[in-house]
């Protein structure tokens, strides 16, 4: 009789667990994690099966029940072991893709501003510390809100993305070097080098913008599009992120006073 009903609420048991797991897909974002829900849900369906087998065997002693009975037991297994494998990687690969969204500008594909904060802080510190150079390159696009009015808001995202574009190109990003939309139609680099050295860059991501942010050189664009650009290192007087980044805005927009589409740099 004990073993009747221990048959009976195992049965129940996965079959409450199959109904869950069914309501569970259609919930589910990521594919990894629906095949692993399947998988849970093929698990508990030969479990329920093997229980069901267990139950007959309890009142028909058919030949070879025990066999399909290993069988199922088998199948319930790697199934569980396949299902919570896959959960795991899903949970990782979500981790990955939190990660990215909370440090990458969806439209550009570049870092965005937060992310540059943060990396740029510890950077300015280090730099201080260990009497090193570091720049700040600020470029805005000319012209941009003209642009967005005349042509819509799709035609100046697209304008963003050339250049971002022309960015990667000019600008090896990896550990020593940082690229980020500042917001807007704003950009900003961060280089570990010296103001000379930050300005020759300067002038080679304004050259590039222009020879290659034009009709004929990018697809999509309905007009040329040049930036200007403002450059600031650290001095004793400048030791954090917001006075560079305020120097490097200033010299901006002395280049936009003086006729756009050049360089200024801070004193």
């Known amino acids: 009789m004990t073993e009747l009903i221990l048959e009976?609420?195992?049965?129940?048991?996965?079959?409450?667990?199959?109904?869950?797991?069914?309501r569970l897909i259609p919930t589910l974002n990521l594919r990894l994690q629906r095949r692993a829900v399947q998988l849970l849900a093929l698990a508990t369906t030969t479990f329920s099966i093997n229980e069901a087998l267990g139950f007959?065997?309890?009142?028909?002693?058919?030949?070879?029940?025990?066999?399909?009975?290993?069988?199922?037991?088998?199948?319930?297994?790697m199934s569980l072991a396949i299902a919570?494998?896959?959960?795991?990687?899903?949970?990782?690969?979500?981790?990955?893709?939190?990660?990215?969204?909370?440090?990458?500008?969806?439209?550009?594909?570049?870092h965005n501003f937060g992310y540059f904060q943060n990396l740029a802080t510890q950077r300015i510190n280090l730099a201080l510390a260990g009497n090193l150079?570091?720049?700040?390159?600020?470029?805005?696009?000319?012209?941009?809100?003209?642009y967005n009015d005349t042509f819509g808001h799709e035609a100046g995202n697209v304008v963003l993305e050339a250049i971002a574009g022309v960015l990667r190109q000019a600008v090896r990003a990896g550990e020593d070097d940082i690229i980020a939309r500042y917001g807007g139609e704003e950009?900003?680099?961060?280089?570990?080098?010296?103001?000379?050295r930050a300005v020759i860059t300067a002038e080679r991501i304004r050259a590039l913008i222009e020879e290659q942010c034009q009709p004929a050189a990018t697809p999509g664009?309905?007009?040329?599009?040049?930036?200007?650009?403002?450059?600031?290192?650290?001095?004793?007087?400048?030791?954090?992120l917001e006075a560079v980044v305020e120097a490097a805005d200033k010299a901006m927009y002395q280049a936009k006073r003086a006729g756009k589409n050049r360089v200024g740099q801070s004193e």
């Open 187 to 196: 950009f900003v680099v961060l280089l570990s080098r010296p103001l000379d």
């Open 221 to 240: 664009l309905q007009r040329a599009v040049t930036v200007s650009i403002g450059v600031a290192t650290l001095t004793p007087e400048r030791q954090t």
């Open 8 to 22: 009976l609420v195992n049965l129940l048991a996965a079959l409450c667990v199959f109904y869950c797991v069914l």
């Open 56 to 77: 007959i065997g309890l009142f028909w002693a058919a030949e070879g029940l025990e066999i399909v009975r290993d069988g199922l037991e088998m199948i319930f297994i």
């Open 84 to 110: 919570l494998l896959m959960l795991f990687k899903s949970d990782r690969r979500e981790v990955a893709t939190l990660n990215r969204a909370a440090t990458i500008d969806r439209l550009t594909g570049l």
């Open 133 to 146: 150079p570091l720049t700040v390159i600020l470029l805005d696009a000319d012209n941009f809100k003209s």
